[in-house]
């Protein structure tokens, strides 16, 4: 799960890291009334969960009330990079010396956690990452064993920070790991981290990544599933606790098994066709699980025709077979399907689907030829 | 022959109390895998379909001799079935539950390591090991693997590593031990444990090996398949056509950046001479030729 920024410098601000009074806003006058009470000069930053935010015109400076009211007015509603910025973030403006970098998130190679800090922040990580790797200083932290002081004080000191900052950050750095592992993120990074004028090392932008796993544990972080960006069809999937995720094309994907599920949308591709989306329905493939996957899939505009991979292991041919029959009963489906049945008594189920086969409902033997099938037929209704 | 598990391996199930751990503990059982005992605090003494229940794994290794653990804990209760597990005398311990949060994975990972080096972890979210005819811990349909060999299978993704069991019992090509390691983030088993023990394994000619988008697992598989493998490795990767930063279902399965994009993995394995299919039949065909010019 991705935060916001202002959410992510609320989670670290419970961690005691220091960050800038703001307010959130929806709406100009909220914006204004919030820059009112914060005082001036402020900054209006987009929130939204992606970057490039300053570039695309997301994030300026407001000297004065007035300011507030025109950016405002031009931030929301912009579309950054496909998101459409709904609300903003009102904050006291900071003075800004130097900026760094700073960041925990896991090295799934070393499989420790791994902690990055720079002298060079403000800017892609990735960049100074390949421009010039020396800038940042790594460590890599045994979760087994945690982040001593000691450990995090020779971890500051190969940055070359600004000697008046390492305190500061040695400090900011131990608080951010204790966030990234009681609070459970797969990432947290602070870019900018800056040094004012009066050398406080202060947090200046945040991006926090939740691992949705560890929700049973943080029933508060149900608010930030809210936030989550979905369009309609991903909102309508989850709302059915399906793992959808909305693609561009025309062919429906329905699959049992995420490898599976990957698998069909490479398959349709590889002969030509586009997928609609990717939606594992799990190992069970009950005749509830699928009518909620066929509803959603149906609601899709785009959809020409549907491709329902499934290979039975523990769950039979047969039971797969009646759960489609089933499914199919209580949705109504605009599309011409393509099912593809093998694995166990795939024969029996193949058997059950036989009888109700028709133009709308056809079945092939292999998933190669079934995912040929079901791209023709979306290629024919584009036609 | 086979790696890590075979007709001596005894088993608990840790949440065999539960309704998946006595689903496929039973199913598992009938497969011909010595199930031995259970574990549930609440309910040491009673048994589960004769199957004696006991305290925690210390109890049931002294009771059965047990070296293997199969886990079906909900995620919650995940890190310390695993702690008890390696402190009770178990060296394999397979975790099928799914949705295990990264940083207990990453604990008990290393706190494995260091306390508890002996003892091997495959999982979590995986559907477990089967050596066909012998042993079968985890979820996986028994009937659709060929017992025998010459090929071993190593398979980050559930489903799929039932396509290649399947591709190959069609083809009547047996399989020593199918080893599905799973997609999170934190694998206790890696891609590289398991073509290590098949590179030793004398029964095991060749290798199929099914990889996903995201990560460096593969890459850094195809670099052991380059300096230290004999065997012929055939290989699929899911994911090829996945679009860059959306997340395909397992916690794995994310590419960002450009890094563990199908492609790059593709490429590696291609230069460490691996066989690479463009889907699972493909790669089920690929590994027919393999075997038929042996």
Request: glycine share 12%; hydrophobic share 40%; with cysteine.
């Amino acid at each position: 799960m991705d935060l916001f920024e202002y959410q992510g410098k609320q989670f670290f601000n419970q961690f005691g890291m220091p960050i800038s009074d703001g307010e959130v806003a929806f709406t100009v006058q909220e914006a204004v009334s919030a820059a009112e009470r914060l005082g001036t000069p402020v900054m209006v930053k987009a929130q939204v969960h992606s970057g490039g935010r300053g570039k695309a015109g997301g994030v300026k400076f407001a000297a004065t009330v007035d300011d507030v009211q025109e950016h405002a007015t031009n931030i929301l509603g912009l579309d950054i990079n496909g998101h459409i910025v709904h609300r903003l973030w009102i904050e006291k403006a900071s003075d800004i010396s130097e900026e760094y970098y700073a960041s925990f998130t896991l090295d799934r190679s070393a499989k420790k956690h791994l902690g990055m800090l720079s002298a060079e922040g403000g800017v892609e990580i990735e960049t100074v990452a390949v421009e010039n790797p020396d800038a940042i200083s790594k460590i890599h932290v045994d979760p087994a064993v945690g982040l001593t002081r000691e450990a995090a004080q020779v971890w500051v000191d190969g940055a070359n920070l600004n000697p008046v900052a390492v305190e500061g950050a040695v400090d900011i750095v131990m608080k951010l790991y204790t966030a990234y592992v009681e609070g459970d993120a797969d990432l947290v990074e602070i870019n900018p981290l800056i040094l004012t004028p009066d050398n406080r090392v202060h947090v200046l932008d945040a991006k926090v990544t939740l691992d949705a796993n560890s929700v049973f544990r943080h029933p508060d972080y149900a608010e930030f599933d809210e936030t989550q960006p979905r369009d309609e069809r991903e909102e309508a999937a989850h709302d059915k606790g399906l793992q959808y995720v909305g693609l561009e094309g025309s062919v429906g994907v329905i699959a049992n098994g995420a490898g599976l599920a990957m698998s069909t949308v490479d398959v349709i591709n590889q002969v030509g066709g586009k997928p609609a989306n990717f939606l594992d329905i799990g190992g069970g493939a009950n005749a509830d699980v699928m009518a909620g996957a066929l509803e959603v899939i149906n609601n899709d505009p785009e959809v020409e025709s549907i491709f329902i991979n499934i290979f039975g292991g523990i769950t039979r041919g047969e039971e797969v077979a009646n759960g489609i029959i089933e499914a199919l009963n209580r949705v109504d489906i605009d599309a011409p399907i393509v099912i593809r049945l093998d694995g166990t008594n795939a024969e029996e189920g193949r058997a059950i689907l036989e009888p109700a086969l028709n133009d709308k409902l056809m079945m092939e033997p292999t998933m190669l030829d079934a995912a040929r099938k079901a791209v023709a037929l979306a290629k024919g209704a584009d036609a | 022959m086979s790696i890590f598990v075979d007709s001596d391996t005894k088993v608990i199930y840790q949440g065999l109390t539960g309704s998946q751990g006595r689903y496929y503990g039973l199913l598992n059982r009938e497969y011909g895998t010595q199930v031995v005992g259970g574990t549930n605090p609440k309910k040491a003494g009673e048994d589960v379909d004769g199957i004696p229940v006991f305290a925690n794994c210390a109890d049931a290794v002294e009771a059965t001799g047990a070296t293997a653990s199969c886990i079906f804990i909900p995620a919650a209760g995940v890190y310390s079935a695993v702690m008890d597990a390696a402190q009770g005398g178990i060296k394999f311990i397979v975790c099928i539950t799914e949705g295990v949060p990264a940083h207990d994975e990453a604990k008990f990972y290393n706190e494995l390591k260091a306390q508890h080096p002996d003892v091997q972890m495959l999982g979590p979210n995986c559907p477990g090991i089967i050596t066909p005819g012998q042993c079968n811990i985890g979820i996986t349909a028994g009937h659709i693997a060929k017992p025998g060999g010459p090929v071993g299978i190593v398979s980050r993704s559930g489903t799929l590593t039932y396509q290649a069991l399947y591709e190959l019992q069609q083809k009547d090509i047996g399989v020593t031990t199918c080893v599905g390691i799973g997609g999170d983030p934190v694998p206790g088993t890696s891609f590289i444990d398991c073509l290590a023990a098949f590179e030793a394994d004398p029964a095991t000619k060749a290798v199929m090996m099914i990889g996903e988008i995201g990560g460096s697992a593969e890459e850094e598989a195809a670099d052991y398949i380059k300096n230290h493998m004999t065997k012929p490795v055939s290989s699929y990767i899911a994911g090829v056509t996945a679009p860059p930063g959306k997340k395909m279902g397992h916690a794995g399965a994310i590419v960002s950046g450009g890094k563990g994009t199908a492609d790059a993995k593709m490429e590696a394995l291609r230069d460490a001479g691996v066989k690479v299919g463009l889907n699972p039949t493909e790669a089920g065909e690929l590994m027919a030729e393999i075997v038929a010019s042996m």
